[in-house]
C-alpha cells in the first residue's frame, strides 16, 4: 500500500470568500469531486479546536507531531529546508536582508524588507561567508527576495534570547537580549548583537549596495533575526511508524519540516513556494517518487498566498488548477486498488481576513480501506457532513494507518 | 439510573470485508437495529485518532484512563486477570510454555506453543510451584493452552527487562537482559534467567512430558516470558465516578483491565473467551448483575478472534448471534426509563488485514437522554453521520455521565 499526503496551505476559507461560498466550494473542480464521490470528508482541526496554527505547527501536528512538546521556533526548519546541516545545540534563525543607515543612537531602520531585494542575493551571501565572531561558527543563507536563514554553531548557546528587527521604520535596531535566564542566553544575544553590527559593516561598501543606491534603491546593508529556536528531536516517522517518505514541495520551510521528521527531500523543477508553481511537475514527482517510497508528501503553497493577498480569483484559480493538473493525473494514474490519498489543508487563510484563522480545514481521504461517504463534492460544508467527523491533526498517521503501517500501541 | 457497556472486541471493519461492506454493515441485526433506532450513533478512536490500538491499551483508554500514562504492560492484566494478587513492585508477565532442547549453546527452541498444549497443564502449575530463586518469590498460573500468567515478588525489582522468547525455532532462548539503566533491571534480569533454567529442569521429566514425547507430540518444557509490566496505579471508577461496577468477561486480560479500574468479576459458566461463548449466559449475568450494581461491563472477543483468523463468515456470524442471543434479551428486559447502553469495539479488526487498525469505531448510545439520531441501522458508514460526532475513548465515562454518575470538574 503507498500513501498520497497532499497539503495546499492556507486551503480552507469562510463563506465571506466569495458571496456565501469559500473559494473551495466556488471552485469548478470535478476531479476532486470524483475523488470525494469514492472517498470520505471530514474536518481536522490542524492542531486543536480553537488553536489558530502557523504553518510550521500545523505541519507538525499533521504529521503526527505534538508541537506543543516540540516546536521551538521556526528557524530551524527554514536552515534545514535550506539545505543546511543543524545539528543539536545550534541556534537557527529566519534572517532577513533589510535597510539601515548609521545614527549616533544605533542603526536606524529604513526597510524591513530592503526594498524587496530581487536580485544579486548571491553576492551578499558570499560576502557574509566573512562572518566571523568568536566562540561562534555562523553560516548565513539567502533564499528568495530579502529572506534568508542562519544557523549559529558554537558550546553552551541558548535559544532564549530576543529578536533585532524594531518592526518600525524610523527606530534603531534593537540590542538582541536574553528571554529567559538560562545558561547560555548572554553569550548568544552578545555572538548575535556582534553579528548584526558586522554584517552592517560587511555588506554597506559592497558593490552591489553602491550600485542599488545609485539607482535609487534601498541598500541589503544588515541583517536582521528572528525566530530563534533549536533542532528538534523529533523521531523519524520512519522509526516510529515504519513507512519511508519523501517530500515535495517549493517553500523551504515545508521541505525543512518534513527532513525534520525524517523524510527525503525530492526537488522538483519548477516547484517555486508560489502561484505560479509547476503544479503538472509535481504530479509527475509524486507518481515517480511513489515507486521508491512507501508515501508521498507534496505542498502547494500558492492558496496560502493569495488568501494573504485576499485575492479571491486567484485562490479560487489555484484550486482549479490543482484539480485539472494534480487530481486529474492522479485519477488516471494512480494504481487505486492499492493506494491511500489525504488532501487537507494546513489552516485556513480566509480572503477577508488575510491571515490565518482557527476554523476546521476539510480533509478528503480515498483509497481502498475508506468507507465511502455519500457526498459528491468537496468543500467546507460538506466536510462537515462527512462520515469521518472532526479530529485533530494527525492525517499522515491516520493517512499510514489506512495502508496498514501503523505500529501497535499495546497488544 | 443503570449503565450497560458492551465491548465486542474488534467489532469494527473496513469496506474491504464483504463485498464493499463492513461485517457489521452484513451482518442481519433487527435487534441492533431497533436500539440503533431509539439512539444515536458515533465514531470513537479508542486511543485517539491515528493511534492504533492493543486491547489492553485499548480498553483502558475506553474505561476513562490515558494508557500513555498508566499503561506498562500486558503482563499485569494477564496476572490480574488469572486472578492472582498483584501489588505495588511486582512484576508481572504474560508466560507461555514452550519446546526446548538442550544444546551446548543454550536452550534451543522446537516451538513457542509447545505443540499448542490442549491437557495436562494443571499438571505443569503444580510442578512449577517449586520455582524458588533468592530474593523472589515466584507464581505460575496456566490458562488456556500453552498460555498462562507468571508474577515475581521481591524487593528493588524493574519492569525494563527484555524478553526471554527468541520467536524462531532453531534458535537458543534470549538471555533477559535490562533494556534501560536503571535499579533493579539488572537484578529482575538474573532473577528471569535462573527462575527460566529452573523452569526447563523442574519440566523436562515431568511423566506428562516423557508421555507426550512418547506420543510424538512436544514436551512442554519451559516458560517463556514476555510482556513485563508493573501494577499500574489506578484510581477506580468507584473512587473516581461514584458508581460501582461489575464486569463478565472470558478472556483473562479483560478481567484483568476491568479489575485494575475497580469492577468486581462476575464469573459466568460458558463464557470462553471464544466464538463458542455462551452469549445467553452473558446476557442473563448481565440481568442478573444489574440489580446488585451500577453498571456492568460485559466483553465479548469472537468478533475479534474472526477477524484475526481473516473469517468474515465467522465474524458476522457472531454479531449475529450476539444481535439475537444477546440485545434482544437486553431489549426485552432492560427497563428503558432508567438505564444507559453504550456498545462498541476496543478496535476494528478487518478481515483483509487480520489484525488490530487505526480505523474509528462505530458507537451507539442509547436510553432516556441520549437524544435520537435520525439513523435507523448500527454500522460504520452511518455511525460516521451520526449525532454523537467522533471523540477518542472514554466511553465508559460518558455512559456513567448519561446515567448522571459524572462528578463535577470545576464549579
Known amino acids: 500500500m503507498k500513501g498520497i499526503f497532499v497539503i495546499a496551505d492556507g486551503l480552507g476559507g469562510r463563506p465571506t470568500d466569495l458571496n456565501g461560498n469559500t473559494c473551495l466550494e466556488a471552485a469548478e473542480t470535478p476531479y476532486l469531486d470524483a475523488l470525494a464521490t469514492r472517498g470520505a470528508l471530514g474536518l481536522v482541526d490542524p492542531i486543536g479546536p480553537g488553536i489558530r496554527p502557523g504553518s510550521d505547527t500545523a505541519h507538525l501536528s499533521l504529521l503526527g507531531y505534538d508541537p506543543f512538546k516540540v516546536y521551538t521556533g521556526r528557524g530551524v526548519f527554514e536552515c534545514l529546508g535550506m539545505g543546511m546541516d543543524v545539528q543539536a545545540g ?89 528571554t529567559q535566564d538560562v545558561p547560555g542566553a548572554d553569550k548568544t544575544a552578545d555572538i548575535v548583537n556582534q553579528m548584526t553590527q558586522q554584517s552592517f559593516e560587511i555588506l554597506r561598501d559592497l558593490p552591489l549596495n553602491k550600485k542599488r543606491v545609485a539607482a535609487g534603491q534601498l541598500p541589503a546593508n544588515v541583517l536582521l533575526v528572528r525566530g530563534a529556536a533549536n533542532c528538534p528531536v523529533l523521531p523519524s516517522i520512519e522509526s516510529v511508524i515504519g513507512a519511508r517518505g519523501a517530500v515535495i514541495a517549493g517553500g523551504a520551510l515545508y521541505r525543512g519540516v518534513a527532513e525534520a521528521c525524517g523524510m527525503d527531500y525530492i526537488p522538483v523543477q519548477g516547484a517555486t513556494g508560489g502561484l505560479d508553481t509547476n503544479i503538472k511537475a509535481k504530479a509527475a514527482a509524486i507518481l515517480r517518487t511513489l515507486e521508491d517510497y512507501d508515501y508521498v508528501f507534496c505542498h502547494l503553497k500558492g492558496t496560502d498566498n493569495a488568501g494573504h493577498d485576499k485575492n479571491a480569483a486567484d485562490k479560487k484559480a489555484f484550486i482549479e488548477r490543482m484539480d485539472s493538473e494534480l487530481f486529474k493525473v492522479l485519477i488516471e494514474r494512480v494504481d487505486w486498488g492499492r493506494t491511500h490519498l489525504a488532501f487537507t489543508g494546513d489552516h485556513c487563510t480566509p480572503i477577508d481576513y488575510g491571515d490565518h484563522t482557527v476554523d476546521p480545514v476539510p480533509v478528503l481521504f480515498v483509497g481502498p480501506n475508506i468507507p465511502r461517504d455519500p457526498g459528491t463534492t468537496f468543500g467546507e460544508r460538506v466536510a462537515g457532513q462527512g462520515g469521518l467527523g472532526r479530529f485533530s491533526g494527525r492525517v499522515l498517521p491516520m493517512l499510514l494507518g489506512y495502508c496498514n503501517w501503523a505500529p501497535k500501541f499495546g497488544s
Do not use: K, M, W, Y
Request: aromatic residues 4%.
Open 90 to 178: 545550534d541556534i537557527c534563525f529566519r534572517a532577513n536582508f533589510a535597510s539601515v543607515e548609521s545614527s549616533a543612537e544605533g542603526l536606524r531602520l529604513l526597510d524591513r524588507r530592503a526594498g524587496r531585494i530581487s536580485e544579486g542575493q548571491n553576492e551578499l551571501e558570499d560576502a557574509l561567508r566573512a562572518l566571523s565572531v568568536p566562540g561562534a561558527e555562523i553560516e548565513f543563507l539567502a533564499s528568495t527576495q530579502h529572506r534568508g536563514a542562519l544557523r549559529i554553531r558554537g558550546e553552551g548557546l541558548s535559544r532564549f534570547i530576543g529578536e533585532t528587527d524594531p518592526h518600525e521604520v524610523g527606530t534603531v535596531l534593537l540590542a538582541s537580549r536574553p
